[in-house]
């Protein structure tokens, strides 16, 4: 049986769980295909832990962690309202396929609820398309304001 449960940074069986959930998917070609560093898994909870922003969804089933999503609320300046961005989702090979991520989901989306978060949003590499079907299924679409403007590109520029 599957149960999805808020994260408790607290609590030990949970950190050990999004730990060795986020080592699996950093290892999976969709999550850079190499495992965590040593500094995150040392600090990664306790860093979770101090910032209020964040939160994360644990699948078990029965005591083993099968999935995973890490959630960041921001701000919407246009709504004037919070927003939660998905920041990782994953569920073990061997589980997927069974709505898992789905129940996740709905879980990230009642807490974003709670916050008063006026939209979910995600990225998604272009070739991993179970993900994208997953998420168009429920409900995500490509951004943009102004169909003459184009739909908008997520970028990054990693400081030192």
Not at 52 to 70: H, M, R
Not at 113 to 130: D, F
Request: aromatic content about 8%; hydrophobic content about 50%.
């Amino acid at each position: 049986m599957i149960a999805v449960v808020r994260a408790r940074y607290d609590d030990a069986a949970h950190a050990d769980a999004l730990v060795a959930l986020l080592d699996h998917y950093a290892r999976d070609p969709a999550g850079g295909g190499a495992p965590l560093g040593d500094f995150a898994r040392e600090n990664l909870v306790r860093e979770l832990a101090a910032r209020p922003f964040v939160f994360s969804v644990l699948a078990f089933d029965g005591e083993t962690p099968v999935g995973l999503v890490n959630a960041i609320e921001g701000f919407s300046t246009f709504a004037c309202r919070p927003l939660v961005n998905v920041h990782d989702v994953v569920v073990r090979d061997s589980h997927r396929g069974r709505g898992i991520a789905a129940r996740m989901f709905a879980e990230v989306e009642a807490i974003a609820r709670e916050r008063g978060a006026c939209k979910l949003t995600l990225e998604v590499l272009e070739g991993n398309a179970a993900a994208r079907t997953l998420y168009e299924r429920l409900g995500f679409a490509g951004y943009q304001l102004d169909p003459a403007m184009g739909r908008a590109q997520f970028l990054h520029k990693w400081l030192a």
